[in-house]
């Protein structure tokens, strides 16, 4: 009886970690709170508040400031790009997913306010992040230099992509208007600009080349981008948070990035995450062979489509 009991829980965990998609090469904590999937390209891809999962013997959190909204989808929209960038360019991002619920962990804060004090939730959002250093550390080794993304799901009425650079609107606006100038090593993008061969924040943000700009002409709205530069007075915006800041600040000096805070409809919906998947697969592996200290591998040949 007991036997099958474990059974059947461990059945309920997994049915909880795993999806129908899940890509290959997983590793998960001994709890199941949270996902390791192996990668084979330059670019490591964070999931912290698509959890779904709600431990019942942990208490939700509720301290000062204290937010526990899941980011709908976003687990499976990470699931959706590794099977993308397998499919059409033979190679998959690693990925780091929490499956438990940002009622009990919030995965893109520091320590305290993760956990909300609560010592039971050390572990995971040790673990978690203890994942991500992983991935960063044997994609760095590997490939040169890494690409590091948070991926976020959004509620704002504005239907775009919001990529955080961890620069205000406000500052974003001014620097847009060239009244004030940014210092490189302020945003998430520090790491790269400090290469010789990289042109001008300037270049990322708004101009040709910049992810924003590349997801727009896809059909993918984003800001800041060449089409839409930086979010308009009352628009809101996510800039980047704890994540962002730490994977790409001083302690990893080859790994630059952003968050992105994805909008629902026709990007984390069942019905328009294929399309969308494929066209960030060809944005991001373009975007990353314009750099020669990324060492990227060779594209498996474009597939029919
Ligand atoms: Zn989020």
């Given at each position: 009886m007991r036997v099958l009991l474990l059974s059947a829980v461990l059945l309920y965990s997994i049915s909880l970690i795993g999806?129908?998609?899940?890509?290959?090469?997983a590793t998960h904590d001994a709890a199941g709170h949270t996902s390791y999937y192996a990668g084979t390209m330059p670019l490591v891809i964070s999931v912290p508040h698509g959890g779904t999962w709600?431990?019942?013997?942990?208490?939700?959190?509720?301290?000062?400031?204290?937010?526990?909204?899941?980011?709908?989808?976003?687990?499976?929209?990470a699931f959706e790009i590794s099977?993308?960038?397998?499919?059409?360019?033979?190679?998959?991002?690693?990925?780091?997913?929490?499956?438990?619920?940002?009622k009990d962990v919030d995965q893109n804060r520091?320590?305290?306010?993760?956990?909300?004090?609560?010592?039971?939730?050390a572990k995971p959002w040790e673990t978690f992040h203890a994942y991500i250093d992983s991935a960063l550390a044997e994609a760095v080794a590997k490939f040169g230099?890494?690409?590091?993304?948070?991926?976020?799901?959004?509620?704002?009425?504005?239907?775009?992509?919001?990529?955080?650079?961890l620069i205000t609107d406000k500052k974003l606006t001014s620097f847009y208007d060239q009244s004030?100038?940014?210092?490189?090593?302020?945003?998430?993008?520090?790491?790269?600009?400090?290469r010789k061969e990289v042109s001008s924040l300037r270049e990322w943000?708004?101009?040709e080349r910049a992810f924003g700009t590349l997801m727009a002409a896809k059909g993918y709205p984003s800001v800041p981008s060449q089409q839409d530069p930086h979010p308009k007075e009352g628009e809101k915006y996510f800039n980047g948070g704890y994540n962002t800041k730490r994977y790409t600040g001083a302690a990893y000096p080859n790994v630059f990035g952003w968050q992105i805070e994805s909008n629902y409809r026709g990007v984390r919906d069942?019905?328009?995450?294929?399309?969308?998947?494929?066209?960030?697969?060809?944005?991001?592996?373009?975007?990353?062979?314009?750099?020669?200290?990324?060492?990227?591998?060779?594209?498996?040949?474009?597939?029919?489509?």
């Open positions: 999806q129908n998609n899940a890509p290959p090469g709600n431990l019942t013997e942990i208490k939700d959190r509720d301290c000062e400031g204290a937010v526990t909204v899941t980011d709908r989808e976003t687990k499976e929209l099977d993308a960038l397998a499919k059409y360019h033979g190679m998959r991002p690693y990925l780091i997913v929490c499956n438990i619920t940002r520091e320590i305290n306010e993760a956990t909300c004090g609560n010592p039971e939730m230099s890494c690409l590091y993304i948070d991926l976020h799901g959004h509620g704002h009425p504005e239907q775009r992509l919001e990529v955080g650079y004030e100038l940014l210092s490189d090593h302020t945003t998430s993008l520090g790491n790269l600009l400090s943000l708004f101009g069942p019905k328009g995450r294929p399309a969308f998947a494929m066209a960030f697969s060809d944005v991001i592996t373009g975007f990353l062979r314009q750099f020669s200290f990324v060492k990227m591998p060779a594209s498996m040949g474009e597939q029919v489509r």
